[in-house]
């Protein structure tokens, strides 16, 4: 692993860059775990698949030839809802994009380039928490935007309010 690049220590013990470091951290973790899920998924289903017309080939009215390839193609099936369900390959990109912005605001804030050319450490902490909570803020509108309505729907009142 590449060592990280010198933070000051001003800047180590701030909120903001605790909250950068969280945040990266976390979206490093769930875009590897969604990724992971993403792959095991796809890959099952290839092999599954290729080896349905494999167990259909043997016989015209064997055992094997009915039940294991229909057994195959419901597990596929099952796969491919599991992965709609729960959206790992939108995630793992979703969540990659993330991380790799925080990435490159957290080099630019370190190297006092981009939006923090020539700001003191005052000025850009504060510009750093403020581009932080974006990127983390369109993150999470793009999975609001995303979930199912009846998801995003408030709970009905309870009777007699």
Do not use: C
Not at 88 to 96: N, S, V
Not at 114 to 131: F, H, I, K, N, T
Not at 139 to 155: D, G, I
């Amino acid at each position: 692993m590449d060592p990280e690049p010198f933070v000051p220590e001003g800047v180590a013990s701030h909120p903001t860059w605790f909250r950068l470091d969280d945040q990266l951290a976390w979206y490093n973790r769930k875009s590897g775990w969604n990724q992971r899920w993403y792959k095991r998924l796809r890959l099952a289903q290839l092999f599954l698949s290729a080896a349905i017309p494999f167990f259909s080939l043997g016989g015209p009215d064997g055992f094997w030839s009915r039940l294991v390839p229909g057994l195959l193609g419901g597990i596929v099936a099952t796969f491919e809802g599991i992965q709609q369900l729960y959206q790992f390959g939108d995630r793992w990109f979703e969540y990659r994009a993330t991380a790799e912005a925080l990435t490159h605001e957290k080099f630019l804030f370190l190297a006092g380039s981009g939006p923090y050319r020539d700001l003191p450490p005052g000025s850009a902490l504060p510009l750093l928490a403020e581009r932080v909570e974006e990127t983390v803020s369109q993150e999470h509108s793009r999975w609001v935007q995303t979930k199912p309505s009846e998801e995003k729907e408030p709970a009905p009142a309870a009777a007699g309010n």
